[in-house]
């Protein structure tokens, strides 16, 4: 089984920064696309960033210039360093992690989540 774990989140100023990561273990063989999700009260979960085995990334316009994220192959690990927060930003964070292990191929997996609240 492959378990996805987040950290790294809470409560912050608007102008501030925080920095979540994402940790992936279990029978993995290897990691496509690792991304980030946001869920804000009462919306649809909204995918925030991506980032792809060769460390190619997108962001949706809302976080362009404020936001970066990272991944660390060799340690199945993920990073998105938030700067400049608003309001808006707040939510709930989620890993997504498309991986392959043995013995079932590959799947999507998800973590459980990581509360961020930026006050005004």
């Known amino acids: 089984q492959v378990r996805v774990v987040e950290s790294g989140g809470g409560l912050v100023q608007a102008g501030g920064s925080l920095r979540l990561s994402c940790a992936a273990s279990?029978?993995?063989?290897?990691?496509?696309?690792m991304a980030w999700y946001r869920q804000a009260p009462g919306k649809q979960r909204e995918l925030v960033a991506d980032?792809?085995?060769?460390?190619?990334?997108n962001y949706i316009d809302s976080v362009k210039g404020r936001f970066t994220i990272s991944r660390d192959n060799a340690k199945n690990t993920m990073s998105l360093q938030m700067n400049s927060l608003k309001p808006e930003d707040t939510g709930v964070y989620y890993c997504?992690?498309?991986?392959?292990?043995?013995?079932?191929?590959?799947?999507?997996?998800w973590g459980q989540g990581t509360q961020v609240t930026v006050s005004s």
């Open positions: 279990g029978s993995i063989s290897s990691i496509n696309a």
């Open positions: 980032i792809n085995s060769g460390g190619s990334t």
């Open positions: 997504e992690v498309v991986a392959s292990a043995f013995p079932w191929g590959q799947n999507t997996y």
